[in-house]
């Protein structure tokens, strides 16, 4: 019998790998998703039904049969917590006698005895896991990756290996969120980092960070790589992080060699021209220097924890700065949209306040002596209430910022939490929260000369209209722009 798999949130990131993989597989596949996407149109092209609607008469024939008569039996049914608990579509099939299953859980059921890479962390994960499934690839060494962006080159958020023996390492990110990642059995796995993120599911930092703790303890090999200061945390909140073991990775003062304790480390972080670089430390093997693409510490650390990995699955040492210097990079994940002499347009995913501040000092690193101006949608209104200081401190790096209103994703509105309230916290800064309406206008006022996109919601369809408005800006008068902001606030 044909294996059939209906996926509820079918456009999410994570969902459409797993959409692609089973279609692979030769699976009848079929979903639904609220918004069409890049993601959805390019699952239609690849033979998956996509609905937009989420009525009874869209699902499949066959499906719909099986609701029929209350017996469940060709079709699985995957969902996401994005998709409401009171979403008429999931009640029905819940209703009619179909098994829910997550996501993570189906991944968990895929990847179990199998050679699993986990990459987990409240930041990182996806440019992480990326670089790693990239540096594999480079090697020679058999992967597979489910990714949580889009690797560019690739184009795919899905890197299947065409060789099957060996059999092939898995790559995947290990998402915190509803302790997804505890259903995952890696043989080896980094934490990148464990910043508060996600409270509307944990209640408190502590909890997550326990949660965090059990992942680690399910990882084959008993030891963890994670980065010097969310090890620090862990070990300073959770008694029994004391007891599994943690391996260290981070930033090295220039010259110093790795402590006893540390599998890997960075140092001499900094750009020229149009290239970023730093220095690459692992463990019996001399420092190596690497010139790449991304800018900034956070994406140095990055390039550290998918390296150390890719040793433990077999790479050579000696061939990973050539590696580094081939990536592609990773869609919206500062990547560079547009570029000309008088504007450059990035696109990033941050919405976590340490995301932010990473990316603002990438583009300042990349981009010196040039004015910042970001473009901010906050996502969610939970995760803008509880980050609302972290935002406005972070984004006051800029030397101007645009705020957008709230992308509210899975969310109902909370009374008094807006963009608004960002931007009346910042200082040093210009601020501006026009409406959608307005918010070329703006952009025009502004004359930017690096525009920074941020956000995890729909912020980047902007980008283009945004270029093309500013276009005639070519010819600003120099008289207009201001001293770059040196980052600090008053």
Request: some cysteine.
């Amino acid at each position: 019998m044909t294996q059939r798999v209906y996926f509820l949130g079918i456009g999410g990131i994570g969902m459409s790998a797993l959409a692609r993989w089973f279609n692979i597989q030769g699976a009848e596949v079929a979903g639904y998703d609220r918004q069409s996407s890049e993601l959805t149109r390019a699952l239609a092209e690849e033979g998956i039904e996509v609905d937009h609607t989420g009525a009874l008469e869209q699902l499949p024939d066959s499906l719909r049969r099986e609701m029929a008569t209350g017996k469940p039996e060709a079709w699985t049914v995957v969902w996401t917590p994005a998709i409401p608990s009171d979403f008429p579509l999931l009640h029905s099939l819940r209703e009619a006698g179909f098994k829910l299953h997550k996501r993570a859980e189906v991944l968990g059921n895929i990847t179990r005895g199998k050679p699993l890479l986990a990459v987990a962390g409240t930041h990182g994960k996806t440019t992480t896991s990326t670089l790693l499934a990239h540096l594999l690839q480079f090697a020679g060494i058999p992967v597979d990756a489910f990714l949580g962006g889009v690797a560019l080159g690739e184009q795919s958020n899905l890197l299947l290996s065409d060789r099957r023996e060996p059999a092939p390492w898995i790559v995947v990110e290990a998402d915190e969120y509803d302790r997804s990642f505890l259903t995952l059995s890696p043989r080896h796995a980094v934490i990148t980092s464990v910043d508060p993120d996600h409270l509307d599911i944990y209640g408190h930092h502590d909890a997550m960070l326990d949660a965090f703790v059990r992942f680690a303890t399910q990882v084959e090999h008993k030891e963890t790589l994670v980065h010097i200061d969310a090890a620090r945390a862990l070990l300073d909140a959770v008694p029994e992080a004391h007891e599994v073991g943690l391996a260290m990775y981070g930033p090295l003062e220039d010259g110093v060699a790795l402590e006893p304790t540390w599998k890997a480390g960075y140092s001499h972080v900094g750009h020229d021209a149009d290239q970023a670089r730093f220095t690459l430390h692992l463990e019996a093997h001399p420092p190596m220097p690497v010139r790449w693409r991304l800018p900034g510490a956070h994406n140095a650390a990055n390039a550290t924890a998918a390296a150390q990995l890719a040793t433990q699955a077999g790479m050579a040492p000696s061939q990973i700065p050539a590696a580094l210097a081939a990536f592609p990079g990773v869609a919206r994940r500062f990547e560079i949209k547009h570029q000309g002499s008088h504007l450059v347009i990035v696109d990033d995913y941050a919405h976590h306040p340490s995301e932010i501040e990473g990316t603002i000092a990438a583009a300042r690193q990349a981009f010196p002596q040039r004015r910042i101006t970001g473009v901010f949608q906050p996502h969610l209104f939970s995760r803008t209430r509880d980050f609302m200081e972290g935002f406005a401190r972070t984004l006051s790096a800029l030397d101007e910022c645009v705020l957008l209103p709230i992308y509210p994703a899975r969310e109902l509105p909370i009374p008094g939490v807006d963009a608004q309230g960002i931007g009346d916290k910042m200082v040093g800064c210009t601020v501006e929260t026009p409406s959608e309406s307005r918010f070329l206008d703006v952009l025009e006022k502004l004359a930017p000369e690096v525009l920074l996109f941020m956000g995890a919601g729909d912020l980047h369809q902007w980008i283009d209209p945004a270029w093309e408005r500013l276009q005639p800006q070519k010819t600003q008068d120099k008289t207009l722009r201001t001293e770059p902001n040196t980052g600090r606030t008053p």
